[in-house]
């Protein structure tokens, strides 16, 4: 609700950094270029606390060289509670991306395409519970279903809807980029499930 203030975001950084095991605080320096200063002092301090370093000059070893930052596709999220709100927001952003198939349903019922409009509004229906489920609680067979509906609607597009209408270069474009971040929002989901 409101932003932690400073003092309470030290007590924070200074009790998740004394729950740590030896060998997590060593990760910590090891990753010390990726977090806030402030988390850092706290980690060497303890580091100190625990003899684990004599002074900061020891973070000049080879043992704790900084690791570089790997570009991946997808990210490692190390921490639980950054994986659950993950999670959940790519959920949120699929339950909205229902609402797609949904209106396009109610208008090719509206304009006398009476099947075209039941599939894709029973289609936007379906995406839209699962969706919900998955914020609640994240399933890779839910996942996986998703998946198959996405490649269904692809073909449901590319067969019933690209012969009708004429689309432009740009309407490509949209509907790809569409396809493609849900596609790549599943599929993080699928690898942030098997990080836990």
């Known amino acids: 609700m409101f932003k932690k203030s400073a003092g309470d975001q030290k007590k924070s950084f200074s009790e998740t950094i004394e729950s740590f095991h030896d060998e997590q605080l060593i ?29 900061e ?28 709100k ?5 959920g949120r952003s699929l339950f909205i991306t229902g609402i797609i198939p949904v209106i396009l349903g109610l208008f090719r019922l509206k304009t006398g395409f009476n099947w075209e ?8 229906i379906i995406w839209i519970a699962i969706s919900a489920w998955m914020i609640r609680k994240i399933n890779p067979r839910a996942v996986k279903v998703l998946l198959i509906m996405t490649g269904l609607s692809f073909v449901f597009f590319l067969s019933g809807l690209v012969p009708v209408t004429r689309l432009v270069l740009m309407d490509w474009f949209i509907i790809v ?12 989901v699928l690898k942030l499930e098997k990080q836990t």
């Open 27 to 55: 990760a910590c320096l090891r990753k010390r270029d990726h977090y806030q200063k402030e988390a850092v002092d706290l980690a060497i301090q303890e580091a100190i606390k625990r003899n684990i370093i004599r002074s």
């Open 57 to 84: 000059e020891d973070l000049l070893s080879p043992r704790f060289r900084s690791e570089p930052v790997k570009s991946k596709l997808f990210p490692n999220i190390e921490n639980t509670e950054s994986k659950r």
């Open 86 to 90: 993950i999670k959940r927001s790519i």
């Open 117 to 124: 409009g039941i599939v894709a509004l029973s289609f936007g």
């Open 177 to 188: 980029v569409i396809y493609l971040l849900v596609i790549y929002g599943l599929i993080f």
